[in-house]
């Protein structure tokens, strides 16, 4: 059974303290894995999308990373407004849904 | 472009009564999920419709059920709900049906709470 396992649940940082978010998985064949975040009270904002182990994708203070067992979302120089629940998903091969994990809650601190 | 929309934002039922909820898809999107999150939880996968077919179903039982209308919007319906239902509903849309490997754009999701 295809799984996600995010770590920590929890990250408290100062803001301007660079730190990393894990996701490890096992799927039957990726077909993608997926990065959102989630403010308080609404749905998931898509970040990105990796397909293959090596794939490296950045969006501002963002760098996530991919290899066969685990992805990890990097935070440089975080702000307080990057505050918010980090969720990691994984799409296999010939499934139409995507398994989420549980998420990383991340505060930055001013 | 119009994003997700769902309707209600909250909703506040008794255990065996009956819900509908409802959700626009974006613009140009021919497939809605449905995703069920726990406080504290990922979101879990309901199902997904694509072209007015249901296209894939997670593991909940008979009782969540759902439709797609021409217009790619969507309802999930709920019947004899019980407490565990208590939960943020959330509809994503896609374009892409079968071919997967696509991002999903989630609306806020309605917060049911069952008493």
């Known amino acids: 059974e295809d799984q996600v396992t995010q770590s920590p649940e929890a990250l408290r940082l100062q803001e301007g303290e660079s730190s990393s978010l894990n996701c490890s998985y096992t799927?039957?064949?990726?077909?993608?894995l997926f990065w959102y975040r989630q403010d308080p009270g609404k749905g998931p904002e898509f970040l990105f999308t990796?397909?293959?182990a090596g794939e490296e994708k950045e969006k501002e203070r963002l760098k996530a990373t991919l290899t066969k067992k685990e992805s990890f979302l990097h935070i440089t120089a975080p702000k307080p407004e990057d505050s918010a629940t980090y969720l990691c998903?994984?799409?296999?091969?010939?499934?139409?849904?995507?398994?989420f994990g549980a998420g990383t809650r991340l505060t930055v601190k001013p | 472009e119009t994003g997700v929309t769902q309707s209600p934002t909250h909703l506040i039922k008794t255990r065996g009564q009956q819900v509908t909820l409802r959700c626009s898809s974006q613009?140009?999107?021919?497939?809605v999920s449905w995703y069920q999150q726990a406080l504290g939880q990922g979101p879990q996968f309901i199902f997904q419709?694509?072209?007015?077919?249901?296209?894939g179903r997670g593991n909940f039982p008979p009782r969540f059920s759902g439709l797609q209308f021409p217009n790619y919007s969507s309802e999930l319906n709920v019947n004899a709900l019980e407490l565990d239902d208590s939960a943020l509903y959330l509809c994503?849309?896609?374009?892409?049906?079968?071919?997967?490997?696509?991002?999903?754009?989630f609306g806020s999701g309605t917060q049911l709470s069952v008493l």
């Open positions: 994503a849309s896609s374009l892409g049906g079968t071919a997967g490997g696509e991002k999903l754009f």
């Open positions: 799927v039957s064949g990726l077909r993608g």
């Open positions: 990796l397909y293959s």
């Open positions: 998903a994984v799409q296999a091969r010939g499934n139409n849904d995507m398994r």
């Open positions: 613009s140009g999107h021919n497939t």
């Open positions: 419709y694509y072209r007015e077919e249901e296209n």
